[in-house]
């Protein structure tokens, strides 16, 4: 992805279970490999095709927050907006993005374990949320929703650009991977 400045003070924000699950199925794909070595064509063809559908499923999804824009990385498409064009920024389920008619959801922002950090009563006209207010209400407001708010009302004003949807490398990733498990089954 190309920029005209570089980017400064990036959080990138990610599910740990995600990446607990990737780490743990290539270690069983590296196990089961080493355990039937030497490997045959269809061993070693459904490891690959595992690995990229961890890695794209499990591995990177992210949501990356800079000083130019917000970007959320989803398996399927990866979608940044600038922060002068985030008309919303909400939780329900997931982290929630809206920017004109473009709606997204980061897979990696999860909603927490507590229902009632779902719901952000307590939010300033800005849209930031009143750390106070949750906490003496015992509410856990998102971490990813927090961040995304907190940089959005601090760079809003100035010019960051529109929404950009890039052709995603993962896409490839993906259809690869779904290739050789499909060979993997046929050779099977």
Not at 19 to 39: E, K
Not at 58 to 86: E, F, H, K, Q, Y
Not at 114 to 122: E, G, Q
Request: hydrophobic share 55%.
């Amino acid at each position: 992805m190309c920029q005209d400045r570089p980017v400064t003070n990036a959080v990138v924000l990610r599910h740990s279970l995600g990446r607990a699950v990737a780490v743990a199925g290539w270690l069983a794909a590296l196990g089961w490999l080493v355990a039937s070595w030497p490997p045959d064509g269809r061993g070693l063809l459904f490891a690959a095709a595992a690995s990229g559908l961890l890695w794209v499923v499990c591995w990177r999804p992210a949501v990356v927050i800079d000083d130019a824009a917000v970007t959320v990385r989803n398996p399927l498409r990866d979608v940044r907006i600038g922060w002068s064009a985030l008309d919303e920024a909400g939780f329900g389920w997931s982290l929630q993005l809206r920017a004109g008619e473009l709606s997204c959801r980061a897979v990696a922002a999860p909603g927490p374990a507590s229902m009632s950090a779902l719901y952000d009563r307590h939010v300033t006209p800005g849209g930031v949320l009143e750390r106070d207010a949750v906490m003496r209400a015992g509410q856990r407001p998102a971490p990813a929703l927090l961040a995304v708010r907190q940089r959005w009302e601090a760079r809003r004003s100035q010019p960051s650009g529109g929404v950009v949807v890039p052709a995603v490398a993962n896409m490839a990733v993906l259809a690869a991977s779904l290739v050789l498990l499909v060979t993997a089954a046929v050779l099977a």
